[in-house]
T-cell receptor, first 112, second 114 residues
Framework: AQSVTQLGSHVSVSEGALVLLRCNYS??????LFWYVQYPNQGLQLLLK??????LVKGINGFEAEFKKSETSFHLTKPSAHMSDAAEYFC??????????FGQGTRLTINP | DAGITQSPRHKVTETGTPVTLRCHQT?????MYWYRQDPGHGLRLIHY???????DKGEVSDGYSVSRSKTEDFLLTLESATSSQTSVYFC?????????????FGPGTRLTVL
């Protein structure tokens, strides 16, 4: 079955440090992958998406993700964390009939 | 922001009572979805709609029904609420069935079943 797995339910980094959130997918066909962010008590907002046009995808708020077929990964990174980046992040896979399949989520904490 | 509202935003109910959650959109998008969010599970699809009166089941549809009589409204009904249905429910919309199309999410409804 097609799925995504997020490694680490909770990641903590210092302000200014590199942010790395991991996502691996399993799919027998080229996937369409998304990263969403959820701030406290809010809905989900799209950060970026991979649609096979380019392996390095740039999103909002300085985030980017690189699609690596050989590693079946789509990790999310940001060079320098900001306090406002504290949120929960979801990797998602687009299945049939436009149905999103989400990973379990990773809660990012930023330490001052 | 996409024009999506959910009502109510918070609800506390008792086991065995019927509950209806409403999702309303002003974007005239064809596709609408209901998800539930639970710790450790991310978001899981309950039901979705690909047009007026056209709906289908998602991953966790047992105990839920939906209806869509107008493009702008998608209702989720719990016929007889159970404690396992305590969750945060999100509605999402999508313009088309193009594979790269983004889904826009509403603000969520927090439901507690006592």
């Amino acid at each position: 079955a097609q799925s995504v797995t997020q490694l680490g339910s909770h990641v903590s980094v210092s302000e200014g440090a590199l942010v790395l959130l991991r996502c691996n997918y399993s799919s027998s066909v080229p996937p369409y992958l998304f990263w969403y962010v959820q701030y406290p008590n809010q809905g989900l907002q799209l950060l970026l998406k991979y649609t096979s046009a380019a392996t390095l995808v740039k999103g909002i708020n300085g985030f980017e993700a690189e699609f690596k077929k050989s590693e079946t990964s789509f990790h999310l990174t940001k060079p320098s964390a900001h306090m406002s980046d504290a949120a929960e992040y979801f990797c998602a896979f687009l299945g049939g009939a436009q149905k999103l399949v989400f990973g379990q989520g990773t809660r990012l904490t930023i330490n001052p | 922001d996409a024009g999506i509202t959910q009502s109510p935003r918070h609800k506390v109910t008792e086991t065995g009572t019927p509950v209806t959650l409403r999702c309303h959109q002003t974007e005239n998008h064809r596709y609408m979805y209901w998800y539930r969010q639970d710790p450790g599970h991310g978001l899981r699809l309950i039901h979705y709609s690909y047009g007026v009166k056209d709906t289908d089941k998602g991953e966790v549809s047992d105990g839920y029904s939906v209806s869509r009589s107008k493009t702008e409204d998608f209702l989720l009904t719990l016929e007889s609420a159970t404690s396992s249905q305590t969750s945060v429910y999100f509605c999402a919309i999508s313009e088309s069935n193009l594979r790269a199309n983004e889904q826009f999410f509403g603000p969520g409804t927090r439901l507690t079943v006592l």
